[in-house]
């Protein structure tokens, strides 16, 4: 072979002698940092598994929004409307007449016109607090509702409390504001809102006090203790399966009371106070 041929075979065969020698193609050299295969390293999956799912989680639930019921005594168009108001209704094991034409001051306030007053304020309050508020009227010259509808409106909005307000026309000679809370029905209907009923009456009576300085009535019956009475007569308290309170909140027939429950700013304090005590409630419902 003459030279010039042996050197064009040398320069052939030169690339196969060298990868012989080196990695498999399509390899790299291990760098010092490169683990050695059978030096007890392992070579990490991370880069040949796939990232873990990322996980959700639930929002918190939704806290539902108190529903009170508030119910303003009597209407304005129950006096012209007396065959209808006198009509018995079912009241929770015993019957009871639709409504009644309510109480009235010796100067003619009648407690219809309070009630309604005094209601749509407290509504206000409690609507800026973030509370959904219920009525069982919508204005003060109709008649009714009955007072077994009034309940029932209650227990359909399945309301966190109901509140009834009223003004009492007792003797002139005794003064003073009461809760009332329900004792048990005779047809014992009420019996699961019984204990939710008290704890609320605490809470209206303390804090109805607080705002008007209004003394707590010793005269009613039967008296649990001042201010606060239990009964199974009402319609309101008896036919409820929610839990549910009467306030009256002063006597029309007392002289001293009149003049506040005429005056609009104590009508104001008097709001405030059955705010307070609903919202109380509600707060720990």
């Known amino acids: 072979m003459n030279r010039r ?5 040398l320069a052939a065969l030169a690339p196969v002698l060298v990868a012989g020698c080196g990695p498999a193609a ?8 490169s683990p050695v295969a059978g030096a007890g390293t392992t070579t ?15 929002a918190p639930a939704a806290v539902p ?13 129950n006096a012209t409307a007396r065959s209808q108001i006198n009509r018995l209704v079912p009241a929770g094991g015993i019957t ?4 009644t034409v309510g109480a009235a001051t010796d100067a003619g306030y009648p407690e219809h016109a309070f009630t309604w007053d005094v209601t749509t304020r407290v509504a206000d309050l409690l609507r ?16 009714g509702p009955c007072v077994d509808q009034r309940a029932a409106a209650a227990n359909a909005a399945r309301a966190t409390l109901a509140v009834s307000i009223h003004a009492d026309g007792a003797a002139a000679t005794v003064r003073g504001f009461h809760v009332i809370e329900p004792a048990l029905a005779p047809d014992g209907g009420n019996a699961a809102i019984l204990g ?3 704890t609320a009456a605490a809470d209206l009576l303390t804090a109805f006090s607080a705002a008007t300085a209004e003394p707590r009535a010793t005269y009613p019956g039967p008296l649990v203790h001042a201010g606060l009475t239990r009964r199974n007569d009402l319609a309101g308290l008896n036919l409820a399966r ?3 309170l009467f306030i009256e909140c002063g006597n029309m027939r007392n002289a001293q009371d009149a003049a506040l429950l005429a005056d609009p700013v104590w009508r104001a304090r008097a709001a405030q106070g059955v705010a307070d005590g609903v919202l109380a409630y509600v707060g720990r419902a």
């Open 44 to 58: 990490s999956a991370a880069a040949s598994t796939s990232a873990p799912a990322a996980t959700t989680s639930k």
């Open 196 to 198: 939710p009923s008290a």
């Open 65 to 77: 929004v108190p529903v009170v019921v508030l119910d303003p005594g009597h209407n304005g168009g």
């Open 5 to 9: 041929l042996r050197h064009c075979l």
């Open 128 to 143: 800026r607090r973030g509370i959904t508020v219920v009525l069982t009227r919508t204005d003060d010259t109709g008649v």
């Open 242 to 244: 929610v839990p549910a």
């Open 26 to 33: 399509g390899a790299s050299s291990p760098g010092p940092d």
């Open 96 to 99: 009871k007449p639709c409504n």
